[in-house]
């Protein structure tokens, strides 16, 4: 279907997506807008490109409502890259910074043998994808999940090294983990599973050259068994150094207080200045959450102290709603026990669409990557999205969020707060010091207000996205560095 459309007619159209051409804009642009149904060119369009005249609009067949199962990994890749080009763009950034940064330095991928409980032999793979190093040693997650492959573990390495440099944390970017499903394994067989992993690495990582922390399906346990393999294997040496092998740890092995919530408890600094910003208040409002694991349970818990009750959850087994605001405790307590949302007697069971379509003020995502696409940004009712997820809105569910007004706080920003700690963790390793909560709490506050309002001057400074602020502060601190240290004169 073509529709003529001559400055700003209002044309009624059916749920569908139109692309809009301007010959105003030089040089000509194309944009595509999602209209919802009944809504006119006129109220769809963000009032920032009043000024367009729209000589042409073309409904398009909705092919970008790919369904998140035929999602895949190769596009969470693609859209990083899209991510990085975009903001490289807007601050010229040196083609040979963006060259480099454009691949991991290292990819390792071991295979190793695990004795399984019922005495047979499996095989799994490993990944170890160290990103950059320019700013100080690899530093990111390792992920347990079925899921995991080469081309989403590149694009969150990736991300690791923007996230640092964004933070001005003294670190680069890494990201690893083992395609498994932990849910499957018994506590013996993820220790056996964990140890021999720590072997294959071997000298692959290291406290002053590549360091790993939790991520999806790993926790502090995970972390402790790499640290005390690493520590029998790597020879004698300073006890508290080796321990700075790992971060994320147990606080009896070396562990950072604060560190277990810190991810959660800088996205809230994250929703509070954003709150702040646009006169909102938090108390009384309402958050949909996607994911209850360490992120997802301590943002509800952290989110409950300010007032704001969670009235949608998810995980892997399935989604729930309850007006009245989950007990943000006793779910956490249930998840532990079950290892799922599911079945929780204090919620009604409801499909993923009902989640995402519930009525809230605040989205949190908190599991997989490339969950928000077009078609679940077309019908969020929320204000807001805030990333706790690495990557979980696609570039186009990106798009739609922005023509419909939604803000988001994008994860290199947003869940910043897990590497923030991490670091202040393998500070006070390295120094043989226990800070209380205190002071990690006040530190980690200072550490994402003002990454926030860096962003969000740039944001408002150059008219680009809050991800695209990100990204772009981020690139222009490591091309002062390539600069600065002539790596490519
Ligand atoms: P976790 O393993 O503790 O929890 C993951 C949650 O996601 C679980 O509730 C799980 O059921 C759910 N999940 C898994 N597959 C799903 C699916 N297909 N659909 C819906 N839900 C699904 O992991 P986490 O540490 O909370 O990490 C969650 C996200 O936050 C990841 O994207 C991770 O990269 C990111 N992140 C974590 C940290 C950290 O410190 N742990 C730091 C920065 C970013």
């Known amino acids: 279907m073509l529709v003529q459309v001559i400055g700003f007619a209002a044309v009624s159209v059916k749920e569908g997506i139109l692309a809009v051409f301007s010959t105003e804009v030089k040089p000509l642009r194309s944009r595509e807008f999602v209209m919802d149904a009944g809504k006119s060119v006129k109220s769809a369009l963000p009032t920032a490109r009043v000024s367009w005249t729209i000589i042409k609009a073309t409904r398009l067949p909705l092919r970008k409502r790919v369904p998140v199962s035929e999602r895949d990994s190769s596009d969470f890749f693609h859209f990083t890259q899209h991510h990085l080009d975009t903001a490289a ?29 019922d005495g047979s032999c499996r095989l799994f793979k490993g990944y170890r994808i160290q990103h950059n190093n320019l700013l100080g040693p690899f530093k990111g997650g390792l992920r347990f999940h079925a899921s995991t492959c080469l081309d989403d573990l590149k694009a969150l390495a990736m991300l690791m090294t923007v996230k640092c440099a964004l933070l001005e944390i ?78 994320g740890k147990t606080l009896e092995c070396g562990g950072s207080r604060g560190r277990e919530k810190a991810t959660s408890q800088g996205l809230v600094h994250c929703i509070a200045q954003w709150a702040t910003d646009t006169g909102l208040d938090l108390e009384g409002k309402t958050a949909l959450l996607q994911g209850y694991g360490n992120v997802g349970s301590h943002a509800a818990m952290i989110l ?10 998810g995980d892997h087994t399935g989604y729930m709603l309850n007006h009245e605001g989950f007990n943000p405790h006793r779910l956490a307590e249930h998840v532990r026990g079950q290892g799922a949302v599911a079945n929780y007697p204090k919620g009604e069971r409801c499909s993923r669409e009902e989640f995402f379509a519930a009525e809230a ?12 696409g077009v078609e679940e940004a077309c019908s969020l009712k929320v204000k807001l999205v805030a990333e706790g997820a690495n990557g979980p809105v696609t570039p186009d569910g990106d798009e739609v969020l922005r023509d419909r007004g939604i803000h988001v706080i994008p994860d290199l920003l947003g869940n910043a707060g897990g590497v923030t700690v991490s670091y202040y963790e393998w500070v006070q390793n390295g120094r043989n010091e226990h800070w209380d909560l205190g002071k990690v709490e006040a530190r980690l506050e200072k550490a994402m207000t003002s990454a926030y309002r860096r962003v969000d001057q740039f944001a408002k400074e150059h008219g680009c996205s809050m991800r695209t602020a990100a990204y772009a502060r981020a690139l222009e601190r490591l091309r002062r560095v390539y600069k600065q240290r002539s790596i490519f004169p």
């Open 361 to 372: 003020d605040i989205l949190i995502p908190a599991a997989l990557h490339n969950q928000v």
């Open 89 to 117: 763009k807007l601050i010229e950034l040196p083609d040979y910074v963006e060259a480099i940064l454009s691949e991991p330095k290292n990819e390792v991928i071991v295979h190793f043998p695990v004795r399984m409980d």
């Open 170 to 247: 003294p670190f680069g970017g890494a990201k690893g983990g083992i395609k498994c499903d932990p849910h499957e394994l018994s506590q013996p067989e993820l220790q056996r599973l964990t140890r021999r992993f720590t072997h294959a690495l071997g000298a692959n990582i290291g406290p002053e050259y590549d360091i790993p922390a939790p991520d999806m399906g790993t926790n502090a346990q995970v972390m402790v068994w790499i640290m005390d393999t690493y520590m029998n294997t790597a020879g004698y040496g300073i006890r508290n150094q080796q321990q700075r092998v790992v971060t």
């Open 304 to 313: 409950s102290r300010l007032g704001v009750s969670v009235v949608g959850v």
